[in-house]
């Protein structure tokens, strides 16, 4: 009895419009538009790579001072920058020609030029005035205390060479992956369609065909189960083939612990069955109310997890509603996510872990308890 | 000594003030086809759902097949067969494979759940249409299908509620004759209906419901019997003066004479030969008329007399 349920539970669910789409179909498109629309950006952009800068020198003896810093730039382990030296029209050729991100004039101070702005520009922005601003601590040295100068210089120069790309941590730093960490949250919370047919399929109140279930010889809780198992079942494999997709396919970069990728978003499918089986589960309203109950809960816990914008979550971190997103299932499925690529240990991952495995108990607990009812006072 | 298949005492179903089924008596035998008759909202599908327990009841209780009905006496569940006025099939599955499902439910072994799968395909005639999907069927195959989910396990207790709505002539006589065939194999029927005209056509007992009151029980006969009319004479014609229905009105055994639509009615309780007599006195006055139609009494009639309104007035 319980395999014949499942067996049906998946057929049936495998062959439901809803769930081709939204789980299927919808993630993939939604992947490949983010992949078209943020991909290159962070290799063209923030991905730290070197940073070609043209020298044009006014100043011989200020010139022969910024050689040495910039010596010290280039030779450094992951350096950021290097450096061609020219005349002003040729270092204004290759910026236009985008062969250079920038040109530092040496005058009496150093002057940048850039041609846009962006984080590289930030970068060069950040060397210029850093090196004007030990300059100036330099020359006011000279001034005050030469017998000083020397051990001044020889700081500073040691402070400028250490300048170099460092990584925010062991993993994956593109701020970008966010979205489709957020993307599989949302497909994890659609997943509340295939909860929510199950609960509405169950209850005699609820459709003609709960009622003619209700009816049969088939224990309730051994038919809700199966119906549960094959949901499940339906809910992981949508999940497994979107994040195969954005893996393999959109090649979004989900760090090395792939298998605990995957068996998160495997679990993230079942916290969103269950959210649905519990939407359904409550009150008397028809199964389209019910429908646009879950696909607004799912896109409203999806948005305050920074679906559509990102500052979202940030804006709810600093509130007084910081404790909401500790227990959103979109905002734990992609802090899992998130853990799991940036953080060596698993501190923070188990912790997301456990939020999911509780939320998931807590759903079906309460659907059960609200589908566990054998007899009606009306249908 | 046939056995009681369903006993029903003192039922009654309320939605906050509304009496649903107000204190409803009912006794099946083993081999029936029982009629529930009576207009949409008079308490048939209530009281259907309380026997399934399916519905929390006031008041009273059931027993099928001797035994108490309880949501979870699971071994009474699987000899009853239950077809709902709603048609209960998946969408996303086929024919075939919804009739598998629902059988599925009573019936574990494989081979014999295909073995009755496929005598039920046969006995609705869906042969062709296994591999369709609901969707895909007209109204009548889809009601066929919902037959053949709650039969297909072979059940002793068979309940229909209001199997034929919004179903074509052709398909409506096969689910009959249906009907009648799975009685002939050995199950006790219940059908509700607000189409007398069905329920005369299959029940050997009837139960008439109003108001969620049992108002009359019997076979067709008996029903009849309860009435004073025996037969309705009705006559095309132009309308009589006073003085030709009032003859009439004299004749033995007519007890009402009226005229509507263009036609004279004249009721009867008994006697024979009735039709000869009301002709006699329009030949007498040497009164032209068309058409002639004697009818006996139908469970409209019944319900009529009863009631004091029409069965379909009241849907």
Same mark, same amino acid.
């Given at each position: &009895?319980?395999?014949?349920?499942?067996?049906?539970?998946?057929?049936?669910?495998?062959?439901?419009?809803?769930?081709?789409?939204?789980? &299927?179909?919808? *993630?993939?498109?939604?992947?490949?538009?983010?992949?078209?629309?943020?991909? @290159?950006?962070?290799?063209? @952009?923030?991905?730290?790579?070197?940073?070609?800068?043209?020298?044009?020198?006014?100043n011989t003896e200020n010139g022969e001072a910024?050689?040495?810093?910039?010596?010290?730039?280039?030779?450094?382990?992951d350096a950021a920058f290097s450096f061609i030296y020219t005349d002003k029209d040729d270092a204004l050729k290759q910026l236009k020609d985008e062969d250079v991100r920038g040109i530092i004039t040496v005058d009496d101070q150093l002057s940048l030029t850039v041609s846009s702005n962006s984080l590289k520009s930030t970068m060069l922005e950040t060397l210029v005035e850093k090196y004007n601003l030990n300059a100036k601590i330099i020359t006011d040295t000279a001034k005050k205390d *030469?017998?000083?100068?020397?051990?001044?210089?020889?700081?500073?120069?040691?402070e400028i060479s250490t300048v170099k790309a460092e990584a925010l941590s062991e993993g994956n730093t593109n701020m970008y992956d966010q979205y489709f960490f957020n993307l599989l949250a949302m497909v994890a919370l659609f997943g509340t369609i295939t909860g929510l047919h199950i609960a509405v399929q169950n209850q005699g109140n609820l459709s003609a065909l709960g009622a003619r279930k209700c009816v049969s010889p088939t224990p309730k809780s051994r038919s809700l189960i199966a119906s549960l198992c094959g949901t499940y079942v339906i809910q992981s494999i949508c999940m497994v083939i979107s994040l195969t997709f954005i893996i393999t396919v959109l090649r979004v970069d989900m760090g090395n612990r792939i298998p605990l990728v995957y068996m998160t978003a495997i679990l993230a499918g079942i916290v969103g069955s269950s959210m649905g089986f519990t939407i359904g589960s409550i009150g008397k309203m028809s199964f389209a109310t019910k429908n646009a109950m879950c696909t607004a809960v799912?896109?409203?816990?999806?948005?305050?997890?920074?679906? &559509?914008?990102?500052?979202i979550k940030q804006k709810i971190a600093e509130s007084s509603f910081a404790w909401f997103n500790k227990i959103n299932p979109a905002a734990v499925i992609c802090e899992s996510f998130f853990?799991?690529?940036?953080?060596?240990?698993?501190?923070?991952?188990?912790?997301?872990?456990?939020?999911?495995?509780?939320?998931?108990?807590?759903f079906v607990t309460i659907g059960l308890l609200m589908t566990r009812r054998r007899k009606y006072a009306s249908l | 000594m046939e056995q009681t298949v369903v006993k029903i005492q003192n039922l009654v179903k309320r939605y906050k003030e509304l009496i649903a089924v107000d204190h409803f008596d009912l006794e099946i035998k083993q081999g029936e086809v029982f009629g529930l008759l009576g207009p949409n909202g008079s308490g048939k599908t209530t009281t259907i759902n309380c026997l399934l327990s399916l519905l929390e009841f006031d008041k009273g209780e059931i027993e099928i097949f001797g035994e108490k009905m309880t949501p979870t006496n699971y071994a009474l569940k699987k000899r009853i067969g239950i077809i709902s006025q709603n048609v209960a099939v998946y969408d996303e599955l086929t024919v075939y494979e919804n009739i598998d499902y629902f059988c599925g439910l009573y019936i574990t072994d494989?081979? !014999?759940?295909?073995?009755?799968v496929d005598e039920a395909i046969k006995f609705v005639g869906l042969e062709d249409f296994t591999k369709f999907r609901p969707k895909k069927l007209s109204g009548g195959l889809l009601r066929r299908l919902n037959i053949a989910c709650g039969i297909a396990h072979k059940p002793e207790l068979i309940i229909l509620d209001e199997p034929t709505v919004a179903v074509d002539p052709q398909s409506r006589n096969r689910i009959l004759e249906g009907i009648l065939e799975l009685n002939a194999q050995g199950a006790t029927i219940i059908y509700t209906s607000h189409y007398m005209e069905e329920?005369?056509?299959?029940?050997?007992?009837?139960?008439?419901?109003?108001?969620?009151?049992?108002?009359?029980?019997? !076979? $067709?006969?008996?029903?009849? $019997?309860?009435? $004073?009319?025996?037969? !309705?004479?009705?006559?095309?014609?132009?309308q009589p003066d006073e003085e030709i229905t009032k003859k009439m009105s004299t004749l033995p055994h007519v007890y009402n004479v009226e005229y509507k639509d263009g036609k004279l009615y004249v009721y009867c309780s008994g006697g024979k030969h009735n039709l000869i007599r009301i002709l006699g006195v329009l030949q007498e006055k040497d009164i032209h008329f068309g058409r002639v139609y004697s009818e006996l009494p139908t469970l409209n009639d019944v319900f009529l007399e009863i009631t004091g309104k029409q069965l379909r007035d009241s849907e």
């Open positions: &009895m319980f395999w014949h349920n499942f067996k049906y539970e998946i057929i049936t669910h495998l062959r439901v419009k809803e769930v081709i789409i939204w789980l &299927m179909i919808y *993630p993939i498109a939604l992947g490949t538009f983010f992949k078209a629309a943020f991909g @290159d950006i962070y290799d063209n @952009d923030i991905k730290f790579s070197i940073v070609k800068t043209a020298v044009v020198i006014n910024f050689k040495k810093v910039a010596e010290n730039l280039e030779n450094a382990d *030469p017998s000083k100068t020397e051990a001044v210089v020889k700081a500073l120069s040691e799912s896109l409203i816990l999806c948005f305050c997890s920074g679906l &559509m914008d990102a500052s853990s799991l690529n940036i953080y060596k240990d698993y501190t923070r991952y188990i912790q997301c872990v456990v939020t999911m495995i509780i939320t998931s108990v807590v | 494989k081979e !014999t759940r295909k073995k009755y329920v005369e056509q299959i029940c050997s007992r009837i139960a008439i419901m109003d108001k969620g009151k049992n108002i009359a029980l019997g !076979t $067709k006969a008996e029903l009849k $019997k309860m009435i $004073k009319n025996t037969e !309705t004479v009705s006559i095309e014609m132009q």
